[in-house]
């Protein structure tokens, strides 16, 4: 069974910065692609940020240079370090589990970014 159990979001100023953990039980982060998306209200799901098993990293351009994804093999756990932070980066934040047959999704958790 397959689970993937994010944390790590919360209230944040704009310019502030957030890590967000996914951690995956049930399959192998470093042998499959691993993601995060985020859905704000009223809005579809969108990437962020995705790795595949080759470590191919790639990320929407609202992010790009201020989130980077990582994971941690020892730990079985995908992280996407969230610097910069705007107001526009508000929305659940999402895991994502990809392997040759299924796609996998956690539970979410909130990112608010407000003064």
């Known amino acids: 069974q397959v689970q993937l159990v994010e944390s790590g979001g919360g209230l944040v100023q704009p310019r502030g910065s957030l890590r967000l953990s996914c951690a995956a039980s049930?399959?192998?982060?470093?042998?499959?692609?691993m993601g995060w998306y985020r859905q704000a209200p009223g809005k579809l799901r969108d990437a962020v940020a995705t790795?595949?098993?080759?470590?191919?990293?790639s990320y929407a351009d609202s992010v790009k240079g201020r989130f980077t994804i990582f994971r941690d093999n020892t730990k079985n756990t995908v992280y996407l370090q969230m610097n910069s932070l705007k107001p526009e980066d508000t929305a659940v934040y999402y895991c994502?589990?990809?392997?040759?047959?299924?796609?996998?999704w956690g539970q979410g958790t909130q990112v608010t970014v407000s003064s």
């Open positions: 994502y589990a990809g392997t040759a047959l299924y796609g996998y």
């Open positions: 049930g399959i192998i982060v470093s042998t499959n692609a």
């Open positions: 790795i595949t098993s080759g470590g191919s990293i």
